[in-house]
């Protein structure tokens, strides 16, 4: 049976984390890099990519950076070919890469728009990026994984694809109101479906494929917003950068041999109530 911590042992295996130059994919890569895979930093920020790779790189660890954007065919195709072209198999794919407007980012105009008046263009790049780009992603690697018969895909969901938003914890006093935007709960719904799908769409090929659904995770937000949300989960507070690295582990090694077709909540509690 050998022992456990050897199922979380990713030698001589090759990963790729699209968003790998975000918050999170950031961690997925050094996680993935610790556990001995060469892992391929995919960002569409291919400078912010190729400094993730450097440090950790400066780390002692094994990656390489290519920009990718992922509504684009020829672009994740190309992503692909890298990570082949470096060691010759592909074994894990993060699908990290999505649009999420945070309240203090460059999106943050949208949460001024109701449901009623929300932009139609806005809400199709979203689709694109989020529900497309995964789609053409999964299906890169799937002849891949397939002829080497080995393979774990991790798409990263997000607790508004499991419930719907609460948009009070995004109120402000005496500002007008502001909200998450549809488009994030649907196709963060959208993905747990295309999880379950192509899960048995491999059905005796060993390749599985699982999401994994993170809590809000603290990135310096205003006290405001931080007490709110934190008063929602049953820990009380948000989640660090990385405490969703034990997890993303899990579902990328053997330590989750039996598992496909599931997703993983790292929540905090919050839909537990």
Avoid at 8 to 28: P, Q, S
Wanted: net charge negative; proline share 4%.
């Amino acid at each position: 049976m050998g022992n456990i911590f050897d199922k979380f042992n990713l030698k001589d295996r090759t990963a790729i984390v699209t968003g790998g130059a975000g918050l999170l994919g950031k961690e997925f890569c050094r996680t993935l890099g610790q556990a001995g895979a060469l892992v391929v930093v995919a960002d569409l920020n291919e400078s912010a990519a190729q400094q993730v790779a450097e440090l950790l790189n400066h780390e002692g660890l094994r990656t390489c950076a290519v920009g990718v954007d992922v509504t684009k065919p020829e672009s994740v195709r190309a992503m692909v070919s890298a990570a082949l072209d470096a060691s010759g198999r592909l074994d894990v794919l993060v699908n990290s890469a999505a649009m999420d407007p945070k309240f203090d980012s460059s999106q943050q105009g949208q949460h001024n728009n109701n449901f009623e008046d929300y932009p139609v263009d806005a809400w199709r790049q979203a689709l694109d990026v989020n529900l497309t780009g995964m789609f053409l992603c999964c299906q890169a690697v799937s002849r891949p994984m397939v002829a080497q018969n080995y393979g774990s895909i991790i798409n990263i969901c997000s607790t508004y694809g499991l419930v719907g938003p609460d948009q009070r914890i995004y109120e402000r006093p005496g500002q007008p109101p502001q909200f998450k935007p549809a488009f994030y709960s649907v196709t963060k719904s959208g993905v747990l479906g295309m999880t379950r799908y192509l899960a048995t769409y491999f059905a005796g090929k060993n390749v599985r494929c699982n999401a994994l659904t993170p809590g809000g995770v603290y990135n310096n937000h205003d006290e405001l917003f931080t007490s709110n949300y934190s008063a929602r989960t049953v820990l009380g507070r948000m989640a660090q950068r990385d405490e969703m690295n034990g997890a993303l582990l899990y579902l990328a090694s053997d330590a989750s041999s039996y598992m496909t077709g599931s997703n993983l909540v790292v929540d905090g509690g919050w839909t537990a109530w």
